[in-house]
């Protein structure tokens, strides 16, 4: 069964303000795509360039920040499990 430990109140926040920025780059990214496949019928195709390269902006800062939110998760995860091997070779 594995250990679970609660994170401090430091990586709480950190954990917090990473989730509340993987929140604003999609509905960043949302907003950019709706506005992109609205231009296809009613815009230029130089207007439909440029939303294009907005949407395509946003989508790469969300995965920055969705990549952002996994390597936090990948680290103390790692970081519990370092935690749960050293406790059992510590046990009688």
Aim: hydrophobic letters at 45%.
């Amino acid at each position: 069964m594995p250990a679970t430990k609660l994170l401090s109140r430091r990586m709480l926040a950190q954990l917090s303000a990473l989730e509340g920025g993987v929140h604003e780059a999609v509905a960043h990214r949302n907003t950019a795509l709706r506005i992109l496949l609205a231009s296809r019928s009613a815009t230029t195709a130089i207007a439909q360039r440029e939303f294009w390269l907005e949407f395509f902006s946003l989508d790469q800062e969300y995965r920055v920040a969705v990549h952002r939110l996994a390597q936090f998760c990948i680290k103390h995860r790692v970081d519990l499990r370092r935690d749960e091997r050293a406790g059992r070779r510590g046990m009688p």
